[in-house]
């Protein structure tokens, strides 16, 4: 499984973003698509995630303003950022977990995103 990332650019604080990723390979063996990011300096961490049942989890620090949206028959998943703040500046990645596993996998070379104060 193999996923890509594209969307980043550079935002003012308040301003908004869309990522998109796409997923090929063994696309069937896919349930979980999640949006990750790591920020210089810190650990990466897990943004959010969208089940193939359409089950969504948000970190707290990003409800309300992100929304997770995926396409199981195109095999994407999409970040709508709203209300960005500079402390969401980081490069985001998007992984997939198969069934029954616990691994992600597919990580690419993730989209920057930097959002100026």
């Not at 390979?25 to 896919?30: A, C, D, L």
């Not at 990645?93 to 104060?117: D, H, K, M, N, P």
Request: charged residues 15%.
């Amino acid at each position: 499984v193999q996923l890509q990332a594209s969307g980043g650019g550079l935002v003012q604080a308040g301003g908004s973003l869309r990522l998109s990723c796409a997923a090929s390979g063994n696309v069937f063996s896919i349930n979980i698509m999640g949006w990750h990011r790591q920020a210089p300096g810190n650990q990466r961490e897990l943004v959010a995630s969208s089940s193939r049942a359409g089950i969504s989890f948000y970190d707290d620090s990003v409800k309300g303003r992100f929304t997770i949206s995926r396409d199981n028959a195109r095999n994407t998943v999409s970040l709508q950022m709203n209300s960005l703040k500079p402390e969401d500046t980081a490069v985001y990645y998007c992984a997939a977990r198969r069934f029954g596993r616990e691994e992600w996998i597919g990580w690419g070379q993730g989209t920057l995103v930097t959002v100026s104060s």
